[in-house]
C-alpha cells in the first residue's frame, strides 16, 4: 500500500514543480495598440508618460495614423518623456501647410511663388483639383531625421519594441501591414490622411490613412502572442448637426460610422482600455497639443491601479531607455539616384547642393532634399540613409517620382492705392520646349489692365537664359515737378498736381548663373518703351491729351542678387542684397534732349529676431545716375507703400506715391515687427532719405536727411497674401497719408 501513495507524492511534486517553472518561464507579453485621431493622437503621448512611470514593459506596439507615429518613435527607443519634448516644438502649420522653406526655392521660383492664392492643376484642357493639399514633404524629413537611429533596420520587429502599423491599399480598399522596409515612410503611409496628404507609393501599392479601413488594430496585435492589451484610443464619436458645418467634418463622420461600429467589439477585447476626454478637439486641434498631452495623462492615471498590478505580474523590467542624441554633422559616401526618366542623375544631385565624399549638416541633407521638391519637378522624393558597408558615413539613396502635370492654372488677388483692384490669372507650362524649362503669363484684370510673361530655361549653377516681357500702367495725381522738374513748360507753371497715365512696355533676355549658393548674377539686354500722358492739360492742337514721354529706350544691365530672407513680406532673419546696373544706348528721342547714360542703385537688407515674436528690419537704399542726359522721366521717384515697383520708383513712407524726384537718392528704413498672436503683426517704422541732383558729387547725401516719414501698421497674414493698413507721417508735411494692400503684390 505504501509504494503507490509513495509514487503519487513524487508525482505531485514533480508537477508541481514543472508547472511552477513553467509560469515562471511563460513571460505576461504586453501588447500596445495607439488609435489614430489626427492631432488628438497626442494624447498617446501623456499615456506612455504613465506607463514609463509605473514600469510596464511594453512587448509589441501597433499604430494606426497618429498612433503609428507615435508609436514607431515610441518603438524606436524614445521614452513618452521624450516625445513630450519633441512634439512641443513641432511646428505643426509648417508640416501640414507642406511650407518648404524660402531658401530651397530658386530665384525664379520665389518670384513665381510669392503672389498666388490657388494653384490647380490643368489638364487635358480641364483645370483639376489636386491630389490633397500637401506632398507631405516636410512630415517625411522630421520623421526621417526622428529616426534615423533606426536607419539600418528593415524589419520592425528589430527595433527596440517590436512594431508594426495599418494603411489602407486607396486601389482596393483593402487593410496593409506594414512591418518591414522604411521606418518613416512607411508611417507617413499610415498617416496620410484623405484630401490632406497625398497617398505614398510603398512596392507599387498606393497607400493612405489606414484609419479609413482599422483604425484601432487590435486582433492583429493580438496574433503576435499577446496575453494583455493596453489600447488608448482617441477616436472621435459622432458629431450632431450644429457640428457638422465644414465638408472635412463631414467627411469624418461618413468614415466615423465604420470606426466606431468597429470598436464596439474591439473595446471588450482590451484588456486595459485608455479614453482620453478629448472631444473639445478636433483632428486639426495641433495649437492646442499641451493640453491634450494632459488629457492622455489624466486618462491613464485614472487607470493607475491597474496598470501597476499589471507591472508586478511582469517579472522583467521595462526595455532601457537610450538617450537618443541628434545626429548633426553626415557623411555622405555615396549618392544613388532612382526613379528619374526625363530628369538625370545629375540634375538631382546638383539640385541637392552637395556631393557624394562630402561632410554636410543634416540640416544641409533637408535643404537639398526640398531644393528638388521646390522644382515641383517631382511628386515626391524619398530620400533614406543608410550605414556605408566599408567605410564610415552613410550611403544616401533618394527616389523621385517625376510629376505628370505640366499645366497649372493659379489666381491671386490685390488691391493698393496706386494699381488698384486687380484679379491675377496665371497660366504657367513646364517643359515647353526643354525638360527644364518653365513659361508663365500672368494676366492682372481690374483697375488698371497689365501682364507679365517670362520664359525660363534653368541650368542651376550653369548659364541659365530668361525672356521676360511685360506691360504695366496706372493713372496717378501727381506733383507738376515730377513730369517737369524744371518748370520750363508755362502751362504747368500754376498747377501743384494733375493726373499722368503712365505706360510702360519692357521686354529683356538674359543669362543667370548661380554662385556660393545664394548669389544670381545676371546680365542682359532690355528694350523699353515709355509713355506718359495727360488729359488734365491739353495744349495746342492735342485733342484733349499732352503726351510727356513716348520714346522707345535700348539698354544693356547686369544684376547681383543675394536673398536669405526667410520669407518675402514678414521676415524673421537672413540677409537681402539687390544690385543693378542699367547703360541706356538709344532712346527714339521723343523729347529730344537724349543722351547715353547710366543708372546705378542698390539694396541692402538685414533681419533678425530680437525675441521669438518680436523682429527688426534694417535697409539701406540708394541710387544715382552717370551722364549729363536731362530726360528726367527714368528718374528716380521716392514715396507711398508698395512693393515690386517698375523702374527707379521707390516707396518712402509719409509721402504719396511718386512725390520726391532726383536723379540720386540715399535712403535708410528701420522696422519693427511684432507678432502679438498667430500671422497679425503690428509694426513701426521710420525712414529718411535725401533726394536730389547730384548728391552724390556735391556732397548732399552725407548731410542731415531732407526727408523723412514714420509708419505705424497692422498686417494680417492670410492665404490671398498679407492684408495691411498703415498710417504715416512726414514731420515736413505736417499731415498723415493712410496706405492699404489686399494681398500679394504683383
Not at 106 to 119: G, L, Q, V
Not at 231 to 252: E, M, N, P, T, Y
Not at 434 to 453: E, H, P, Q, S
Amino acid at each position: 500500500m505504501k509504494s503507490p501513495i509513495v509514487f503519487l507524492l513524487l508525482l505531485f511534486f514533480v508537477t508541481s514543480s514543472a508547472f511552477s517553472q513553467a509560469r515562471t518561464d511563460d513571460e505576461v507579453k504586453v501588447g500596445l495598440v495607439l488609435s489614430g485621431g489626427g492631432a488628438k493622437g497626442l494624447a498617446h503621448i501623456g499615456a506612455l508618460k504613465v506607463i514609463d512611470s509605473l514600469g510596464i514593459r511594453i512587448d509589441y506596439v501597433a499604430g494606426t495614423s497618429m498612433g503609428a507615429i507615435v508609436g514607431a518613435l515610441y518603438a524606436s527607443g524614445y521614452s513618452g518623456k521624450a516625445l513630450d519634448s519633441i512634439f512641443r516644438d513641432v511646428d505643426f502649420d509648417k508640416i501640414i501647410n507642406d511650407e518648404l522653406p524660402r531658401a530651397s526655392k530658386t530665384f525664379y521660383e520665389r518670384d513665381n511663388s510669392e503672389k498666388y492664392a490657388i494653384t490647380l492643376p490643368f489638364d487635358n484642357y480641364k483645370i483639376n483639383l489636386p491630389s490633397a493639399l500637401s506632398r507631405g514633404q516636410n512630415t517625411l524629413s522630421l520623421l526621417s531625421q526622428l529616426t534615423l537611429h533606426t536607419c539600418d533596420v528593415d524589419q520592425f520587429d528589430q527595433l527596440d519594441i517590436p512594431f508594426f502599423c495599418v494603411a489602407t491599399n486607396v486601389e482596393t480598399g483593402e487593410p496593409v501591414i506594414l512591418d518591414k522596409g522604411s521606418l518613416p515612410l512607411s508611417i507617413a503611409a499610415s498617416g496620410a490622411f484623405p484630401s490632406l496628404f497625398q497617398p505614398v507609393i510603398i512596392d507599387d501599392q498606393v497607400l493612405i490613412d489606414g484609419g479609413v479601413v482599422n483604425n484601432y488594430p487590435i486582433d492583429e496585435l493580438k496574433a503576435k502572442g499577446m496575453d494583455v492589451i493596453i489600447g488608448v484610443d482617441v477616436q472621435d464619436g459622432l458629431a450632431d448637426r450644429d457640428q457638422l458645418k465644414s465638408a472635412l467634418s463631414i467627411l469624418l463622420q461618413i468614415n466615423n460610422y465604420r470606426t466606431i461600429n468597429d470598436m464596439k467589439g474591439k473595446i471588450e477585447r482590451t484588456d486595459i482600455y485608455i479614453k482620453p476626454d478629448i472631444e473639445d478637439f478636433t483632428v486639426m486641434s495641433f495649437d492646442d497639443g499641451n493640453e491634450i498631452i494632459s488629457q492622455g495623462e489624466i486618462a491613464a492615471k485614472k487607470l493607475a491601479d491597474t496598470l501597476s498590478h499589471l507591472a508586478k505580474r511582469q517579472t522583467k523590467g521595462p526595455r532601457i531607455q537610450k538617450a537618443i542624441k541628434s545626429i548633426d554633422s553626415l557623411r555622405i559616401n555615396s549618392i544613388i539616384v532612382s526613379g528619374t526618366e526625363k530628369y538625370t542623375s545629375s540634375y538631382v544631385i546638383g539640385k541637392l547642393k552637395f556631393k557624394a565624399q562630402s561632410d554636410i549638416s543634416y540640416e544641409d541633407l533637408v535643404t537639398g532634399v526640398n531644393n528638388l521638391a521646390a522644382t515641383n519637378n517631382f511628386q515626391s522624393v524619398i530620400n533614406r540613409l543608410k550605414s556605408s558597408k566599408y567605410q564610415k558615413g552613410y550611403d544616401l539613396y533618394i527616389h523621385v517620382k517625376e510629376s505628370q502635370l505640366k499645366t497649372y492654372f493659379r489666381f491671386g488677388l490685390h488691391y493698393d492705392e496706386l494699381y488698384k483692384s486687380a484679379a491675377l490669372l496665371n497660366l504657367t507650362r513646364k517643359s515647353v520646349l526643354f525638360k527644364n524649362d518653365i513659361a508663365t503669363l500672368d494676366v492682372g484684370l481690374g483697375d488698371n489692365i497689365r501682364y507679365n510673361f517670362e520664359y525660363f530655361i534653368d541650368k542651376g549653377f550653369y548659364w541659365s537664359i530668361g525672356l521676360k516681357s511685360r506691360f504695366n500702367q496706372f493713372q496717378k495725381n501727381v506733383s507738376s515737378r515730377l513730369i517737369d522738374p524744371y518748370q520750363a513748360v508755362q502751362p504747368f507753371n500754376s498747377i501743384n498736381k494733375f493726373d499722368v497715365e503712365l505706360q510702360d512696355f519692357t521686354n529683356q533676355f538674359y543669362f543667370q548663373t548661380l554662385f556660393r549658393r545664394d548669389f544670381a548674377l545676371i546680365l542682359g539686354a532690355e528694350h523699353k518703351h515709355l509713355k506718359i500722358h495727360s488729359e488734365t492739360v491739353a495744349s495746342g492742337d492735342d485733342e484733349g491729351e499732352t503726351l510727356f514721354e513716348n520714346s522707345n529706350y535700348l539698354s544693356v544691365f547686369g544684376k547681383l542678387k543675394l536673398d536669405t530672407f526667410d520669407n518675402k513680406y514678414f521676415p524673421n532673419q537672413g540677409f537681402y542684397l539687390d544690385g543693378d546696373f542699367h547703360l541706356y544706348l538709344y532712346s527714339s528721342d521723343f523729347n529730344s534732349d537724349f543722351t547715353e547714360y547710366s543708372i546705378a542703385k542698390g539694396t541692402f537688407g538685414y533681419a533678425k529676431n530680437i525675441t521669438k515674436n518680436f523682429t527688426g528690419n534694417i535697409s539701406v537704399q540708394g541710387g544715382f545716375r552717370i551722364g549729363e542726359n536731362e530726360n528726367p522721366y527714368l528718374d528716380f521717384v521716392l514715396g507711398g507703400y508698395g512693393n515690386d515697383f517698375i523702374n527707379n520708383f521707390e516707396a518712402f513712407f509719409g509721402y504719396d506715391f511718386m512725390s520726391i524726384p532726383g536723379d540720386s537718392y540715399i535712403k535708410g528704413l528701420v522696422t519693427f515687427d511684432y507678432e502679438i498672436f498667430k500671422k497679425n503683426h503690428i509694426n513701426v517704422s521710420a525712414n529718411f532719405a535725401n533726394v536730389g541732383n547730384d548728391i552724390f558729387t556735391n556732397g548732399e547725401w552725407v548731410t542731415a536727411p531732407n526727408f523723412s516719414g514714420y509708419a505705424l501698421g497692422y498686417s494680417l497674414e492670410t492665404f490671398i497674401g498679407p492684408i495691411e493698413a498703415k498710417m504715416t507721417y512726414s514731420p515736413e508735411l505736417k499731415e498723415s497719408i493712410w496706405f492699404f494692400n489686399v494681398g500679394f503684390w504683383f
